[in-house]
């Protein structure tokens, strides 16, 4: 009899209990859907994870070959866009002489004319190897930068395979590995030679990270903005890690870049995540790519 007491007088507050449940689980449901059309990222979602361990859960490539599909946020344009003298910071000839002597470059109507064998001008590791079972092998690039980049109303994100070329004519690449996971630190992280290079089954050699073999000296001059290391296929340039006080630029948005007034927008490389870009924030050269890109 105790017992039945105890619950008889408990009763009242359970069904008030599970009422309540009942009625925020209800008023969730009808909530709409977090948007990420605004470019910020819901409560609870971390940012990209700049601490070399990879990115948050949720944050990757799109779909591309059958490979592992990840849903990342874009980010809108900014309302104000740059002036179009400062976007188009170099003139077209000065663009064209950032190229390596091992890189044939020609100006032709609104774009820079890039042409490659792939093969580098740095010395590379012994491939295939241990770590990497691919050779570099020679490749017939032909890449087209626009020579006057526009800004884009939203991000877009990276495929596989290139997604700029470097000043020597070694192709970019996105921060995954071929499952989808962070190339350069972390469990899943890819061996590269001294160089930050390495070859993909293609016999591509590209790099991930800051090629640190691309200038010389092969450190950046003290206490100014890194030089020019390569270019995105949606014009803008890429620069290395720091800003014009000689450090690391502290307003680099999702893409890996930001606006000065001498360079206009631009890309730095980071030491962590994504080292080179995050996404496009530009319209992109979409002949730079060969077969399907993001589904289509």
């Known amino acids: 009899m105790a017992c039945y007491a105890e619950i008889m007088r408990c009763l009242p507050i359970l069904v008030l209990g599970f009422a309540m449940t009942f009625a925020i689980a209800n008023v969730q449901a009808q909530m709409p859907p977090p948007s990420f059309d ?148 972390g469990p899943n992280a890819e061996i590269f030679d001294s160089c930050c290079g390495h070859p993909d089954p293609m016999g591509r050699y590209h790099y991930h990270k800051y090629p640190i073999c691309v200038n010389s000296p092969f450190r950046d001059p003290y206490g100014k903005h890194s030089p020019l290391i390569g270019w995105a296929f949606d014009g803008f340039a890429i620069y290395g890690p720091n800003g014009e006080d000689g450090e690391p630029p502290k307003d680099l948005d999702l893409c890996n870049g930001h606006t000065d007034k001498a360079r206009g927008y631009h890309y730095h490389v980071t030491s962590g995540f994504p080292y080179v870009l995050g996404s496009y924030r530009g319209v992109v050269e979409m002949s730079n790519f060969d077969g399907p890109v993001w589904g289509r």
């Open 38 to 185: 605004d470019g910020r990222f819901p409560e609870g979602l971390p940012p990209p994870r700049r601490d070399g361990f990879g990115p948050p859960p949720g944050y990757g490539p799109p779909r591309f070959g059958g490979r592992p599909n990840f849903t990342r946020p874009t980010a809108q344009a900014a309302t104000q866009q740059p002036d179009e003298s400062v976007l188009s910071a170099l003139k077209p000839a000065e663009k064209k002489a950032t190229f390596s002597n091992n890189v044939k470059v020609s100006l032709t109507g609104q774009f820079l004319e890039v042409q490659s064998n792939g093969i580098p001008n740095h010395p590379t590791g012994n491939y295939p190897n241990e770590h990497n079972p691919n050779s570099i092998l020679s490749q017939d690039y032909h890449f087209r930068i626009p020579l006057k980049p526009k800004m884009a109303k939203q991000t877009t994100s990276l495929p596989f395979g290139p997604i700029g070329v470097a000043v020597n004519g070694i192709p970019f690449y996105n921060p995954y590995n071929a499952q989808g996971m962070d190339a350069v630190f």
